[in-house]
């Protein structure tokens, strides 16, 4: 991502310190509830399954990703994160990729997806 100018930021649930898989941790930069979707031009949502497993009952978390699929932004995901995706009602399309398809996906909106999460005028 910062190979290609963009100023990624770690989300989570509370601020302060991410356990990753591997045992270490990263302090995170914003909160769910503090940073909404909105204010960021694409979304990554990589989580473990355990992980997934609490966000799917945290509401920030819900609301975070179908605030990000509603404003038409890229949503990137690892295959644990897609129980959250699916609540949060995000539907396949250019926009949503695996993580390997991210970087190119988050250089746009996805216009197309209006119809498909408001009635336009």
């Known amino acids: 991502m910062k190979a290609a100018g963009a100023k990624p930021l770690l989300i989570a649930p509370k601020v302060g310190e991410v356990p990753l898989s591997d045992g270490s941790s990263v302090a995170a930069d914003a909160q769910l509830f503090g940073q909404p979707s909105v204010t960021v031009d694409a979304c990554a949502v990589v989580l473990s399954e355990a992980a997934c497993a609490k966000l799917l009952k945290e509401g ?62």
């Open 60 to 121: 920030a978390a819900i609301q975070w990703v179908m605030d990000a699929f509603g404003h038409l932004k890229a949503i990137g995901s690892n295959k644990a994160s897609k129980p959250l995706l699916d609540k949060a009602g995000v539907e396949e399309d250019d926009g949503v990729t695996d993580l390997k398809g991210f970087v190119a996906a988050a250089a746009k909106r996805y216009w197309d997806r209006e119809p498909k999460v408001r009635t336009l005028a």
